[in-house]
């Protein structure tokens, strides 16, 4: 014991000292300057190319002004320590500053650095032809050059204005040209006078080289313009009185912008953030609070135009030096990623040739918006013990850029093991591949959709590909999912689909059946607009098929089935079809099935985007009739152990068959909150308090709050709801007033 305290003891006391030796940095592109110490929010730094010369410590901090704005990658050099990171983050203010990479091919790089936070950032990376290496005036426009006085005279630099304190101050202004174009360029001098007259000096030629105009000092307040003929001038350098207005020398760094690296880290791909490991294991990042939007590549090439990405994790692995890196231990939180080229958040292992042993490990995603992402919101590739919940999918494969990918399924894994994505809305995906709300690509492990919401996806609601281990959907609920039609009419080719199981592992003739596949206690609804498929591929393996709902509307065209079932072992029962004239099911599916009305509450909302409206009513044929899912302790035990818990929180037993669908219940016979009585609660995400608001009722109102897990915690009486004594996370509450009950879910901070 005595040991123990001493080594904990001297843990401490080196931190203490690694905080000792910590500094916090400032940065301001509006009121810094480079020449100062940039330790004090006085005296901050001025541009990213002063921090990406240091190397930072543990325990350091950056801090970015509030609103200010910069053009450039930022490098972080220098790792921190698990107990003391190097923290990026803002000051002065509640904007966020903005990074644009502006053509590099990451807007923040870190690169065999770890334990790293980078927090309340806006990122954006889609202008410049900076792969050349240069840049021209136009390109500047507006940010350095305003549009001139007529044709002849089409860009103008303001140097200074009346009023803004250079009280007739000289002005020196310089401009590296690497390149003119055929016909000669001019430049001229336009300044007031003392009377308020404007004088037009004469014009100059441009020369290739560095260009320096003068405008000496005067003892009266004045405005002074230099004016260009020609926006076709290439630069790489503007100072104004010797302070670098822009700088392009360096955009182009050693291993990250040229053609020799291979596809995927190539100089025609651009990030928002890239993490990068080549030589070691790294660990311990958190990114918190970001907006990062509008990343494409520059310039445009049709082979990769697509090819942008809000955040990347890169592993680089060589199995002949037997040279094995991860990434572990990263969270995602409170973070938007939007209008990317393709994919929004994506984990990528190079190098390990099939080798399945080697993965990244903990990946936390949590309360993020994935909205209108050329590809998939998120893509985790050999991870491992990955967890996403409470996001929202928005419009993933979206095509409102046409730099966009186009396709793209919500979230998919592939080559993972241990993944639990639940409370996730999966909305709105399109393409004409994949883009389901969902899906589960090969070569998974213990992969679980579960309490998820699924709405208007293209490609439809489950999809799992082959050489898989226990993966599936359970108590989600799935509403509208699967319009996409077949381009080549082709029965069962890339139709949507309801269900959709097969065993391909990718383009080879090899197919791949998976273990353990399981489809059970899903909710799904289809208007009359809407006939998905239920396909299954032959040799897929085992597959347990239990207790899920599916309610058509009356008309609309015939929905098929296909179960192919050469070499496959089906367990297949206790599923509800209605109505069953709208669904030609094949013979497999009609095991122990039911055909009654489920009796959905509320059926005039049905069709709606609304979850609450598909839970069932007391009296309900579902209830009580699903098959036992029981026999295991093992929670990732999916198709022996069910849960616990249903969509709604409600519990599931072990000992008694279940209700059919992802509702089980038993309340009053109007759970749903009508039209009417419009029940909210504001705001969803808190500190402390939050308010309940029911249009046209005030009487008694009874919550009581839930765990994640289905714990009770607490019930309070009245339109007010207290979170101060609670621990911050997610939790259920369960709202009771006259006889309807509704659940929804808050956030404590």
Same mark, same amino acid.
């Not at 916090?24 to 592109?29: A, C, D, P």
């Given at each position: ?10 843990? #401490? ?24 110490? $940039?330790?004090?929010?006085? =005296? ?58 502006? $053509? ?43 549009? $001139? ?10 140097? +200074? ?30 300044? %007031?006078?003392?009377? /308020? ?28 313009? #230099? ?26 760094? %050693? ?37 990062? @939007? ?73 309360? +993020? ?53 639940? @409370? ?10 994949? =883009? ?17 919401? =699924? ?40 139709? /949507? ?7 391909? +592992? ?22 009359? %607009? ?43 029962? @206790? ?65 022996? @152990? ?41 705001? =969803? ?10 249009? /046209? ?53």
């Amino acid at each position: 014991m005595l040991n123990y305290r001493i080594i904990t003891l001297n843990i #401490f006391l080196l931190c203490l000292v690694s905080l000792a030796n910590a500094q916090s940095y400032y940065v301001s592109s509006s009121e810094g300057n480079d020449e100062n110490d $940039g330790l004090s929010i006085q =005296s901050p730094f001025r541009t990213l190319d002063k921090l990406n010369s240091l190397i930072f410590n543990q325990g350091d901090s950056i801090f970015f002004k509030s609103g200010d704005y910069w053009q450039g990658m930022f490098w972080i050099k220098g790792s921190g320590s698990s107990m003391n990171p190097i923290v990026i983050n803002v000051y002065g203010g509640e904007n966020k500053p903005i990074i644009d990479g502006y $053509g590099y091919q990451a807007s923040i790089l870190i690169f065999n650095d770890q334990n790293i936070e980078i927090n309340n950032l806006e990122i954006t990376n889609s202008f410049s032809h900076i792969d050349q290496n240069i840049s021209t005036i136009s390109a500047q426009t507006p940010i350095l050059f305003a549009n $001139g006085p007529n044709n002849l005279w089409t860009n103008v630099y303001t140097a +200074c204005i009346i009023g803004d304190g250079n009280n007739g101050s000289s002005q020196t202004f310089e401009i590296n040209v690497t390149n003119l174009p055929e016909q000669e360029v001019y430049y001229r001098v336009a300044r %007031t006078l003392s009377n /308020g007259n404007w004088y037009l000096a004469p014009q100059q030629t441009l020369s290739l080289g560095l260009n320096t105009i003068i405008v000496n000092k005067v003892d009266f307040d004045r405005t002074v313009k #230099f004016q260009f003929s020609s926006g076709n001038i290439e630069f790489d350098e503007i100072l104004l009185n010797n302070e670098p207005i822009f700088e392009g020398t360096t955009k182009k760094l %050693t291993g990250f912008g040229g053609s020799e690296n291979s596809w995927g880290s190539g100089k025609n791909v651009r990030f928002g953030i890239k993490v990068v490991s080549t030589a070691i294991d790294l660990e311990n990042f958190s990114f918190d609070n970001l907006y990062i @939007h509008d990343i494409y590549p520059t310039p445009e090439i049709n082979d990769n135009i697509h090819l942008g990405y809000g955040i990347k994790l890169e592993t680089q692995s060589d199995t002949v030096s037997k040279l094995f890196n991860t990434i572990s231990n990263v969270k995602l939180t409170n973070t938007t990623i939007t209008k990317t080229g393709h994919y929004g958040f994506w984990i990528k292992s190079l190098g390990l040739n099939g080798i399945d042993s080697i993965k990244n490990k903990q990946i936390f995603v949590e309360d +993020c918006v994935f909205e209108n992402t050329g590809g998939s919101g998120f893509v985790p590739n050999k991870s491992e013990d990955v967890i996403v919940q409470n996001c929202i999918f928005n419009y993933t494969g979206s095509s409102i850029d046409h730099r966009m990918w186009k396709r793209g399924s919500g979230m998919w894994p592939f080559d993972c093991k241990n993944v639990i994505a639940q @409370h996730n809305k999966f909305m709105n995906a399109r393409g004409p591949m994949d =883009s389901y709300g969902a899906h589960i690509d090969y070569g998974n492990e213990n992969v679980v959709f579960q309490y998820n919401y =699924s709405f208007n996806n293209e490609g439809g609601f489950v999809e799992i590909l082959g050489d898989n281990i226990n993966c599936g959907y359970r108590y989600n609920i799935s509403l509208n999912d699967g319009y996409r039609e077949d381009p080549n009419g082709t029965a069962w080719n890339k139709k /949507g689909k309801i269900f959709w199981i097969s065993n391909y +592992c990718g383009s080879n003739i090899v197919r791949c059946p998976s273990v353990g596949t399981f489809i059970y206690n899903n909710t799904i609804y289809l208007n009359d %607009t809407l006939n998905p498929e239920i396909y299954i591929w032959p040799n897929v393996g085992d597959v347990f098929i239990y207790n899920n709902l599916i309610e058509v509307s009356q008309n609309g065209e015939i929905i098929p089935t296909l179960i192919e079932n050469d070499l496959n072992e089906l367990y297949i029962g @206790h599923n509800l079809f209605y109505n069953s004239s709208r669904i030609d099911l094949d013979s497999d599916l009609e095991n122990n099935a039911f055909y009654e009305n489920p009796m959905l509450v509320n059926s005039n909302y049905l069709g709606e985007n609304n979850p609450e409206a598909y839970q069932i009513q007391n009296n309900s044929p579902a209830i009580g009739n699903g098959h036992l899912i029981n026999g295991s302790n093992d929670t990732i035990n999916y198709i022996n @152990h069910n849960g616990g818990r249903d969509y709604f929180g409600n519990s599931v037993s072990h000992d008694i068959p279940s209700n059919i669908g992802a509702f089980n219940g038993k309340k009053s016979t109007d759970i749903l909150t009508s039209k009417e009585d419009q029940l909210k609660i504001y705001p =969803s995400v808190t500190f402390d308090y939050v308010n309940i608001s029911i249009n /046209g009722y005030s009487g008694l109102i009874k919550t009581e709050i839930f765990s994640l897990s289905g714990g009770f915690l607490d019930v309070q009486i009245g339109d007010i709801l207290s979170f101060k004594k609670f621990n911050s996370g997610t939790y259920f509450c369960f709202i009771s007033y006259e006889n309807k009950i509704k659940c929804l879910k808050v956030v404590k901070l």
